[in-house]
Antibody, heavy 114, light 110 residues
Framework: QVQLVQSGAEVKKPGASVKVSCRAS????????INWVRQASGQGLEWMGY????????AHAQNFQGRVTITTDTSTSTAYLELNSLRSEDTAVYYC???????WGKGTTVTVSS | QAGLTQPPSVSKDLGQTATLTCTGN????????TAWLQQHQGHPPKLLSYRNNDRPSGISERFSASRSGNTASLTITGLQPEDEADYYCSTWDNSLSAVVFGGGTKLTVL
């Protein structure tokens, strides 16, 4: 079945970086954009950016300009989200989501704490 | 960045009909299809509707979506206890070159 499997929870200190992975299966990875969306506890959904695995086209939300990098590896059908200069406000569940928002990973909890 | 506007909460009785709204502008809802998502506590969101009123397979016909101008709506008929959840709208915004979400509506089924 079509699924996105994300890496496990992370705990990071302020100022550090985190890299979350998302492995796709059950469909042709290069055919769909991959989005990253985050959700702080008790809050709404926040789009971070997307990347097309085939063309490499990407876009990021202005809130994360300069801090976020989204990459894809078509050989392993895996997308990555890297977020730098972490602060406490980045504590959230991070989801990878297929284009069209029809397939979601289970989420990766990232906790930023000193 | 600016998003879409949803009422924070809606309460309806079991078996009744709930209509949830999502207001944007001509840069987003007015010119792009809107998706609706349902999220139960502790779970990832689930797509209920896309391109204004297409339903993924497996989604009940009790869920229907529509658009009028810059406002999208999700109507849920015959409310069930399992419909109690948070509901989000989402679309593309031309001016921001970004996907935008509404703040979410918490639906309570009484």
């Amino acid at each position: 079945q079509v699924q996105l499997v994300q890496s496990g929870a992370e705990v990071k200190k302020p100022g550090a970086s985190v890299k979350v992975s998302c492995r796709a299966s059950g469909y042709t990875f290069s055919t769909y954009d991959i989005n990253w969306v985050r959700q702080a506890s008790g809050q709404g959904l926040e789009w971070m950016g997307y990347r097309n695995p085939n063309s490499g086209n990407s876009a990021h939300a202005q809130n994360f300009q300069g801090r976020v990098t989204i990459t894809t590896d078509t050989s392993t059908s895996t997308a990555y989200l890297e977020l730098n200069s972490l602060r406490s406000e980045d504590t959230a569940v991070y989801y990878c989501v297929r284009e069209g928002l029809d397939v979601w990973g289970k989420g990766t909890t990232v906790t930023v704490s000193s | 960045q600016a998003g879409l506007t949803q009422p924070p909460s809606v309460s309806k009785d079991l078996g009744q009909t709930a209509t949830l709204t999502c207001t944007g502008n001509s840069n987003n809802i007015g010119n792009h299809g809107t998706a609706w998502l349902q999220q139960h506590q502790g779970h990832p969101p689930k797509l209920l509707s896309y391109r204004n009123n297409d339903r993924p397979s497996g989604i009940s016909e009790r869920f229907s979506a529509s658009r009028s101008g810059n406002t999208a709506s999700l109507t849920i008929t015959g409310l069930q206890p399992e419909d109690e959840a948070d509901y989000y709208c989402s679309t593309w915004d031309n001016s921001l070159s970004a996907v935008v979400f509404g703040g979410g509506t918490k639906l309570t089924v009484l």
